[in-house]
């Protein structure tokens, strides 16, 4: 087995996504995601990376893909949670607030959600 890669540094170019979701916040660094998680969101719930942020950024507010960026936020601080799992907690009458922050950085890690 290949020794792993090292993790890319955070540059001014890394884009975090910062999601409220009925009060719980959840970031996101899309670049800081490793292959496992992303074969996970495909796997679970059949996006790739780039469809889920293509979608989002065309302004898709459906809770299938609300789910599967909570999803990819939870998995990438260390949650072992299935998009199930969290797909099932996602509606249309959840209270959702999602922010770009370009250029900050790596953001705290949130708090537990469940």
Known sequence: MPPEAPKPKTTSDDITIAMT????????NPRELDHT?????????????PQLMTAMSGGSGA???LAALVFLA????????????VASAIGYDTEV???LD???GSAPE?????
Do not use: I, K, N, S
């Open 102 to 104: 370009a250029g900050e």
């Open 74 to 85: 939870r998995r990438q601080r260390g949650d072992r949670v299935t998009y199930d799992e």
């Open 37 to 49: 998680t992303e074969r996970a969101l495909f796997a679970e719930a059949g996006l790739t990376l």
């Open 63 to 65: 809770p299938f893909m």
């Open 110 to 114: 949130a708090p537990g959600a469940d």
């Open 21 to 28: 979701v009925d009060g719980v916040v959840y970031h996101l």
């Open 97 to 99: 607030d999602v922010v």
